[in-house]
T-cell receptor
């Protein structure tokens, strides 16, 4: 089975801190994604990557950056955390193809910024 | 802009049938996916439609009408374990970059 592992289940940070959220997948997937999930808003795409060293902005990239130095690892960085970044963060991966490939999600990191 | 609309909540009893509608308005369309998420869990893939028509997978079926920008997920023979949130998601171009709806919370009662 595909496993997508996020480093922390719960995280509490202070406003202005730099925050790193780590995600590792073990199925050699090329594609990796970071979403945030807020009640009533569904999942919103922050950044994604189709290859090592490659990154593209999603729908809500402001205040975030990402890093993909190795194929299996995709990191989300909050340069200066703010209270409006309190949310559930979900990492996902998939294999490339003609469309419709499943996304495999991690269990999420609930981030609270105080 | 782009949006996906789905009901926020549906309640039904065990054994019943539930239909979750999803209408979308997006700048491109390649296919429509459905994901299930139990409380505290990760979203998991249920189905995908790229062409018009019905796709059946066990008790769950998904339908798409591209001309109407509309799809639905049909849950049959509801079981307590089907209590979860269900998300529709549009793939605007091949590559899995999905835009998700707000989710429908399904509550199954005995």
């Amino acid at each position: 089975d595909v496993k997508v592992t996020q480093s922390s289940r719960y995280l509490v940070k202070r406003t202005g801190e730099k925050v790193f959220l780590e995600c590792v997948q073990d199925m050699d997937h090329e594609n990796m994604f970071w979403y945030r999930q807020d009640p009533g808003l569904g999942l919103r795409l922050i950044y994604f990557s189709y290859d090592v060293k490659m990154k593209e902005k999603g729908d809500i990239p402001e205040g975030y950056s990402v890093s993909r130095e190795k194929k299996e690892r995709f990191s989300l960085i909050l340069e200066s955390a703010s209270t409006n970044q309190t949310s559930m963060y979900l990492c996902a991966s998939s294999s490339p193809g003609g469309g419709g490939e499943k996304l495999f999600f991690g269990s999420g990191t609930q981030l609270s910024v105080l | 802009g782009q949006s996906l609309e789905q009901p926020s909540e549906v309640t039904a009893v065990e054994g019943a049938i539930v239909q979750i509608n999803c209408t979308y308005q997006t700048s491109g369309f390649y296919g429509l996916s459905w994901y299930q998420q139990h409380d505290g869990g990760a979203p998991t893939f249920l189905s995908y439609n790229a062409l018009d028509g019905l796709e059946e997978t066990g008790r769950f079926s998904s339908f798409l009408s591209r001309s109407d920008s509309y799809g639905y997920l049909l849950l049959q023979e509801l079981q307590m374990k089907d209590s979860a949130s269900y998300f529709c998601a549009v793939e605007k171009a091949a590559g899995n970059k999905l835009t998700f709806g707000g989710g429908t919370r399904v509550l199954v009662k005995p």
